[in-house]
């Protein structure tokens, strides 16, 4: 890519730059050149100045999600590798932390290796994690770890909480020693088991009081407790106690880390409309009260929860269209992610810097330095992997086709503000807005 970029907010966060009213300047996909005004004989200029009054574009590091499901391999028709990556570079992230509770799950070493080996060629750098324990089951520990020597950035067995305090606090003191996250699906299954009355697997069950999952954190904070060692981070945290207990632990200087959900931040029950079929809106864990909103909204603005993560959960559509009891759990959300944040889920306007820090500085924290994922930067003289969104044009979820193979969102039809129109990885374009961002093809290798 070789264009000037003009009139841009650049916003970097570990470099301390916010910026508006700034040029950009490409030259072979690596950025030469931030200044407020260039002018260059003979390179194409996108010029995206706002008119007086409207927020500029924004250009910032690429996102990392650090919770998705790509159901590969085991249901390619719900999504594969590639169909999530384009969805991911459509919604401005350059990097994917994938889960382990494919088909087979990822709970090997062997088994790690092949689902790097599957991802390499792609626009977007997907990143695996390894089971926590064999088959998922909370039973036996997986090798730790071999399985991150195979290249695994963190280990846990997302969907599932059948792992026991102690061996939880086994694997967080291996870990530390490997400079990786144990991740926590924080629901206790003991619990949901017995609100359902059900035996087995409770992944559908419907019933999952807020107790259910103040409860596994608790556990899972006092595994870290005893452990005296590692790095817990727990996902897609629902509840205002939840929060309480996260703020504790941080003020007593634990090493523990969590997530939000867009869907999380912008949803509460219970909706002003239900959805058609009504397990669209069907999540684990479930949208909760607005209070519970409220405070997963403060608690990402003050940095208590440190990042934003999609926790893209794709399903066929005869998965979504049962009865709610027995409808599969889980929403995409790559491509809706940046949107939903800013118009639904109190992250913009003011805030907009702070969104673009937990979806770019935050998740990189919780990964850590030892998975070799590149720092989130905008440095010149450095191939560009980087997102240039425009936080103000509104879209319609669904109006044009998704890039992901699902459509199992309540959003479709939604208004939303927030577009992404340019994703680079390094220094490749990977996605853009034609139309926004007029670049001709021969500029665009590989896109």
Not at 184 to 210: F, K, L, W
Request: hydrophobic share 40%; aromatic share 2%; with cysteine.
């Amino acid at each position: 890519m070789n264009a000037i970029l003009r009139g841009v907010r650049v916003i970097d966060p570990l470099g301390r730059l916010d910026a508006a009213g700034q040029d950009v300047w490409f030259d072979g996909g690596k950025i030469l050149a931030i200044y407020h005004h260039i002018e260059a004989a003979g390179v194409p200029v996108v010029d995206l100045t706002p008119p007086e009054g409207v927020d500029p574009c924004v250009l910032c590091p690429g996102f990392i999600d650090l919770h998705a499901h790509l159901r590969q391999p085991g249901d390619d028709e719900a999504e594969t590798l590639e169909s999530g990556s384009r969805a991911a570079a459509a919604g401005g992230f350059t990097h994917v932390v994938v889960m382990a509770n494919t088909v087979p799950p990822i709970d090997t070493p062997e088994r790690v290796a092949a689902a790097r080996l599957a991802a390499g060629n792609l626009p977007v750098s997907i990143l695996q994690v390894a089971a926590l324990t064999l088959g998922l089951e909370g039973q036996e520990l997986v090798d730790i770890r071999k399985c991150i020597e195979a290249g695994a950035v963190a280990v846990g067995d997302d969907g599932r909480n059948g792992v026991s305090p102690r061996q939880l606090a086994i694997a967080l003191a291996e870990t530390a020693h490997l400079s990786r996250a144990v991740f926590v699906h924080p629901e206790d299954e003991e619990m949901i088991a017995q609100a359902n009355a059900t035996q087995g697997s409770v992944t559908r069950s419907p019933i999952r009081p807020v107790e259910t999952e103040t409860r596994a954190v608790n556990l899972a904070i006092r595994a870290l407790s005893h452990a005296r060692s590692g790095h817990l981070h727990l996902q897609h945290l629902s509840s205002e106690g939840s929060v309480a207990s996260l703020r504790r632990a941080r003020q007593q200087g634990l090493a523990v880390s969590a997530e939000v959900t867009p869907h999380h931040l912008s949803m509460w029950l219970p909706l002003a409309e239900e959805p058609d079929p009504q397990a669209l809106r069907k999540v684990n864990p479930p949208l909760r009260a607005e209070r519970d909103r409220n405070a997963l909204v403060q608690a990402l603005r003050e940095g208590i929860i440190e990042a934003v993560a999609t926790d893209h959960a794709p399903h066929r559509a005869a998965e979504k269209s049962l009865a709610y009891d027995d409808a599969a759990p889980g929403m995409i959300g790559l491509e809706t992610a940046l949107a939903v944040c800013i118009t639904i889920g109190g992250m913009g306007g003011e805030w907009l810097a702070t969104l673009v820090e937990r979806m770019t500085v935050g998740p990189h924290r919780v990964l850590g330095p030892g998975t070799g994922v590149p720092e989130p930067r905008l440095r010149i003289g450095e191939s560009g992997t980087c997102t240039l969104f425009d936080p103000t044009t509104e879209w319609t979820v669904g109006a044009n086709p998704l890039h992901s193979r699902s459509r199992n969102t309540p959003l479709l039809g939604a208004t939303l503000r927030g577009t992404v129109l340019l994703t680079m990885a390094g220094g490749r374009v990977i996605h853009r807005d034609p139309a926004r961002v007029p670049i001709a093809s021969e500029q665009v290798p590989g896109a």
